[in-house]
């Protein structure tokens, strides 16, 4: 990678509109919020020097998402790629990178198929998270392969001294039917949760004069939480969630499920440790009329974490042994693979200004080693005030399809093969962000560059298909964001603009948009509460010549509140008001895969006290 022209490349430029890179959903008038993700350990938002987007409780239970990925819709650096509404498979572009190069944490476990690569978006209930961090650039140097992108973490429900459970039930067009509910109890320093969601609807055609495609979900999540005498604490936390959906050809069976066992202790006042074991599913067994397939794949992780402080300034050191295990109805060459590694961070503060070096060292048994690291600097003019840059590498490790899968005839001509030869992507990032947060409103901006080498891509020769290292991306991006909190009204704006090159041609990278605005405006009056959040996605091409052009889209969304009595509330929620069509990907016949039109959902909640 060319250093020196990543970082001449990258030039300021003034913005007439205050923006986000660092943001958060939360008041800004209240204290900035803690973010654990951006860092090895707990820092503000501000303190993290990176690009952090925070959704909270309050803001999830208003909007009232029908899929997890609703809340990422057109967050700064987001984009999405649907093959229809309701459980369809969904990719999430961070950045403009593909969507195995996001990481996706479940209370600090790791969710991905091995096979893809990629997070199984879809299946993972929105009603069952009470927070999400978006951390965007790389974070290869604190969590290995595939964070080039990004980061995105989802805390499940952890509920608070008081709150003794919730039942919910709701229903919508569709035939769409929710019941959820949740209890919790103590019993002297420890602590249990359990909560649970059913989910079914006929769903939606998906291709234009299909027929609807369903979708059934049933999800959970349990929690022991053990308040040491040290002052750490010992948990343990298991979310599982399974179903069917349909699909255009077919129906898959699924089930996900994170595990982690947690300790954290403060040996002495200058040392604490953290020792985490987990383990993460994926199964899906689909159902075609061309035959069956089954993909299970499972990682298993062991880490140990250990923070050192010396007044301000922190060092944090530890490692993690990672297994990868594949069973199915293909015989990969390869069904297993280990990874270890060993990692740390340096943050030192000195008053004003603040330094964070990251290092960390991968040994993959597939790809063998890598090392990635990145460098981050933070300035604050004032209270108010803040600017930062930072500088990191990254990559993306070939999956278990890239490098090892059998070679397949098809009945059409042509084949397909893995690739044991396939190198890693390597990327390059570097940033810079300025930000002010005042009494009732605040602003952030940042511009990146990330440049990606080897790329992982399909080569067709006579029909064959291999992939291949053979190409190199160069993605130049701003992130605007501002949010304004006065007299009862809610109002957030984040805009991206961003240019994702392939190198060899110039072309615009396959299926990422260009350009995208969300506005989210909400208003409190007593025990009402009213809202809105309007979408908007530029243009982009679903094939890599640039041949084949989507439309952009602007959708609508209402929201309403009402706490009727005594721990009673009402809500309902209109997604795409104006019944908008619109497609972010194809079909191999060319033609688009349906976003759900109008859809209206009417649920009660009571609360225990």
């Not at 090159?501 to 009056?525: A, K």
């Amino acid at each position: 990678m060319k250093r020196s022209k990543v970082l001449s490349a990258l030039v300021f430029m003034p913005f007439a509109l205050p923006a986000s890179g660092s943001e958060s959903e939360a008041a800004p008038d209240t204290l900035e919020p803690i973010v654990v993700t951006a860092t090895l350990g707990p820092r503000t938002v501000g303190e993290s020097l990176s690009s952090v987007t925070v959704i909270e409780e309050e803001t999830i239970r208003r909007e009232a998402p029908a899929e997890f990925t609703d809340l990422l819709a057109a967050q700064p650096g987001i984009d999405l790629v649907t093959n229809g509404s309701f459980g369809k498979n969904t990719s999430v572009f961070t950045r403009g990178t593909a969507n195995d190069s996001t990481v996706f944490l479940v209370d600090g476990v790791r969710l991905r198929s091995a096979t893809s690569g990629g997070a199984p978006w879809q299946y993972f209930p929105a009603d069952l998270v009470e927070r999400v961090e978006i951390v965007r650039g790389p974070r290869s140097a604190l969590y290995g392969a595939d964070a080039v992108g990004g980061v995105i973490q989802a805390f499940t429900l952890d509920p608070k001294h008081g709150n003794r459970g919730w039942v919910e039930t709701g229903a919508g067009n569709f035939n769409t039917q929710k019941t959820s509910a949740g209890a919790s109890a103590t019993h002297g320093a420890t602590r249990f949760s359990l909560s649970g969601l059913h989910k079914e609807t006929d769903g939606t055609r998906i291709v234009k004069d299909g027929e609807d495609k369903g979708f059934r979900n049933t999800a959970g999540v349990g929690r022991v939480v053990h308040e040491l005498p040290s002052g750490g604490e010992a948990s343990f936390v298991i979310m599982q969630s399974q179903g069917n959906t349909e699909f255009d050809g077919g129906n898959t069976d699924f089930m996900i499920r994170t595990i982690g066992v947690t300790l954290n202790n403060p040996v002495s006042d200058y040392w604490a440790t953290s020792i985490q074991l987990s383990e993460s599913a994926d199964e899906q067994e689909s159902f075609r009329s061309a035959g069956d397939s089954v993909f299970n794949t499972k990682t298993r992780t062991a880490r140990w974490e250990n923070t050192f402080t010396a007044g301000v300034h922190e060092l944090a050191v530890g490692g993690e042994l990672q297994s990868d295990e594949v069973k199915s109805t293909i015989e990969f060459d390869e069904n297993s693979r280990t990874n270890a590694a060993l990692f740390t961070q340096l943050r030192l503060n000195f008053g004003p200004s603040d330094i964070q070096l990251s290092f960390r060292g991968d040994d993959n048994e597939a790809y063998g080693r890598q090392e990635t690291g990145g460098i981050a600097l933070g300035h604050s003019f004032d209270r108010s005030h803040r600017v930062r840059l930072s500088y990191g590498t990254s990559f993306r490790a070939p999956t278990f399809n890239d490098l090892y899968y059998p070679l397949e005839i098809f009945d059409f001509g042509g084949s397909y093969a893995g690739n044991p030869d396939l190198k890693p992507e390597e990327g390059a990032s570097v940033e810079l962000g300025l930000s002010g947060r005042y009494q009732n409103w605040y602003w952030d901006a940042a511009l990146y560059q990330l440049d990606v080498e080897n790329l992982i891509e399909l080569q067709s020769i006579n029909g064959d298909l291999r992939p291949a290292n053979v190409s190199e991306a160069r993605i130049r991006g701003a992130e605007l964001t501002s949010g304004l909190r006065a007299n009862g009204w809610d109002l957030g704006v984040k805009l991206t603009l961003m240019d994702p090159r392939d190198r060899d041609t110039d072309n615009r990278l396959r299926r990422r948009s260009h350009q995208s605005l969300r506005v989210d405006l909400d208003r409190q009056m007593g025990a009402w509460s009213l809202g809105g959040t309007a979408l908007a996605s530029g243009y982009r091409y679903d094939d890599a010549n640039n041949q084949n052009r989507l439309p952009g889209y602007v959708t609508f969304n209402l929201r309403a509140g009402w706490e009727f009595a005594p721990d009673w509330t009402a809500r309902l929620t209109l997604q795409n008001v104006t019944d908008k069509e619109y497609a972010t990907a194809t079909r191999f016949d060319g033609s688009g895969y349906l976003a759900a039109g109008t859809a209206g959902f009417l649920s009660i909640r009571y609360d225990f006290r």
